[in-house]
T-cell receptor, first 114, second 115 residues
Framework: DAGVIQSPRHEVTEMGQEVTLRCKPISGHNSLFWYRQTMMRGLELLIYFNNNVPIDDSGMPEDRFSAKMPNASFSTLKIQPSEPRDSAVYFC????????????FGPGTRLLVL | AQKITQTQPGMFVQEKEAVTLDCTYDTSDPSYGLFWYKQPSSGEMIFLIY??????QNATEGRYSLNFQKARKSANLVISASQLGDSAMYFC????????????FGTGTRLQVTL
């Protein structure tokens, strides 16, 4: 079974450039989550969707960050313009909303902004 | 107040021994779920085990078991017969019914299994 798929796995970009991270959730899952992980702040939830609708974006750091989920099998997280402090590992996770609702994580995108 | 507390930044255990990783949580919601994830050096987050607040028995998944003490608000992960491949960061997380689908993570415990 295919797990959560993220691309790219690594991204190196220069400050000011636009960065787009992509995620394909597990088929049949109806919730999708974007997290950011850094040494200083640990794992932070940025935004999550339920049935393709953004439910909570309170973790999105600022207007430079945006996320979309145009359909049940695809989501993007965009940073424009990127800054060095955005360097982190970005995880996408998906779950089926039910009693347990276990979140399954993708492999992550390691982003470095120079 | 921290919702999830993992007080052990690092632990060592010898191969084939059992180890307990501590996790305490704070919630006033009667319905919640507790999760443990493993993050090896390769970086991926791997789901290990789940315990629901209304579950009568402690959860077990192979070599992993969860020592759930509801009154003490603790959900310790027990790994039996440690293997070198168990060396990783381990995160405890909680989902409260009142916060819908959101997970709150602890700061993690780094486990090193030695020969």
């Amino acid at each position: 079974d295919a797990g959560v798929i993220q691309s790219p796995r690594h991204e190196v970009t220069e400050m000011g450039q636009e960065v787009t991270l992509r995620c394909k959730p597990i088929s049949g899952h109806n919730s999708l989550f974007w997290y950011r992980q850094t040494m200083m702040r640990g794992l932070e939830l940025l935004i999550y969707f339920n049935n393709n609708v953004p439910i909570d974006d309170s973790g999105m750091p600022e207007d430079r960050f945006s996320a979309k989920m145009p359909n049940a099998s695809f989501s993007t997280l965009k940073i424009q313009p990127s800054e060095p402090r955005d360097s982190a590992v970005y995880f996408c996770a998906s779950s089926y909303r039910g009693r347990r609702e276990t979140q399954y994580f993708g492999p992550g995108t390691r982003l470095l902004v120079l | 107040a921290q919702k999830i507390t993992q007080t052990q930044p690092g632990m060592f255990v010898q191969e084939k021994e059992a180890v307990t990783l501590d996790c305490t949580y704070d919630t006033s919601d009667p319905s919640y779920g507790l999760f443990w994830y493993k993050q090896p050096s390769s970086g991926e987050m791997i789901f290990l085990i789940y315990q629901g607040s209304y579950d009568q028995q402690n959860a077990t998944e192979g070599r992993y078991s969860l020592n759930f003490q509801k009154a003490r608000k603790s959900a310790n992960l027990v790994i039996s017969a440690s293997q070198l491949g168990d060396s990783a960061m381990y995160f405890c997380a909680m989902r409260e019914a009142g916060t819908a689908s959101k997970l709150t993570f602890g700061t993690g415990t780094r486990l090193q299994v030695t020969l």
